[in-house]
Structures are given as C-alpha cells and as structure tokens.
C-alpha cells in the first residue's frame, strides 16, 4: 500500500498526482524489477551489487525525483541498495519495504539523473515528502502549485 498527494497549478489548473509506496501487486512488481536489474536494463551499478551480493535487495518503492536545477519533478523507483544485517535469514521471496532498517544494512544509495537535464536529483520519500521543502512547478506554465484540498489519501 502506498500514499498519494495531488497539487495543483493555480494559474492554469493543472492538476499531478503523486503516488508513493508500494501497491498491492509488491511481489510481483518487485520480481520484475530484480529481473530487470540483474540483466542490467537498471545500469551497470546495480547490476553488479546484485550479482556480487546474491543477498542483496533493492527498494522498488515509488519516490518523487525533484531537480532543483531545472525544476523537472517525476515518479521513479527508489533503487536504494541494501545487505541484509549479520544472522538475518529472509524467508520471504521478497524483502518486505517496512522491515529494510530493521532487517538491512544500507548499502549504496541510487544517484538519480534528471530525466530533462541530466542533473542530479533530490530524491523525496513518501516519509519525508510533506516535512521537506519543495518547490514543485507546473510542467504547463512553470508556476509553483499547491498542495490540493482534497490532498492525499491511501492506494493500493
């Protein structure tokens, strides 16, 4: 399950919806993902963490890239890196995103590119995207939006 936010241009209206987490679909979602990782469609990096560290998991989960260099703002998936903590045997197939600080030692952070200018990205976690300052600005007219009144809610 994962939150989601909506903002909107008070310009010219624009609405974005935001959606964090993970969905109802994680196993699945997570397997396809790992795959794509592990035959390098992810990047040369990740590859090699995972077939270096056959323990090793990665967070899939949905984060907000936000450049504070051109402005551009997209949904990715987070990539973050871990190892799983000394006598921690998962017995699940997938790794559990709540249980990563408990049960896993983080391991590289994913360096996020912007996709419009090539900068690197300030990546913003469902956990912290309301306690961090963003400037979010509408892909139509370049204002700053706002948080809408109907605001956020739970999917899955």
């Known amino acids: ?3 989601f936010f909506t903002f909107r241009c008070e310009n010219c209206g624009h609405k974005l919806k935001f959606y964090f987490g993970i969905g109802g ?3 699945e979602t ?19 963490f995972l077939i270096d ?19 551009h703002h997209e949904m ?10 000394e006598n921690f045997f998962r017995e699940e197939i997938f790794p559990l995103p709540f249980e990563f600080e408990k049960n896993y030692n983080l391991a590289k ?3 996020h590119k912007c996709s419009y200018c090539g900068e ?15 400037k979010l600005l509408c892909p139509n007219c370049d204002c700053e939006m706002v948080k809408s009144k109907s605001g956020s809610g739970h999917w899955d």
């Open 25 to 27: 679909k994680y196993p």
């Open 1 to 3: 399950m994962g939150k």
């Open 30 to 48: 997570y397997q396809e993902i790992l795959n794509s990782a592990i035959v390098g469609n992810l990047g040369a990096e990740i590859q090699k």
């Open 109 to 111: 952070k994913f360096q």
């Open 53 to 71: 560290n056959p323990s090793g998991v990665i967070d899939v989960s949905r984060v907000l890239a936000n450049c504070k260099n051109c402005g």
């Open 76 to 85: 990715v998936r987070d990539l973050t890196m871990y190892l799983p903590k």
């Open 120 to 134: 690197s990205v300030e990546v913003v976690t469902e956990k912290n995207f309301l306690r961090t300052e963003i």
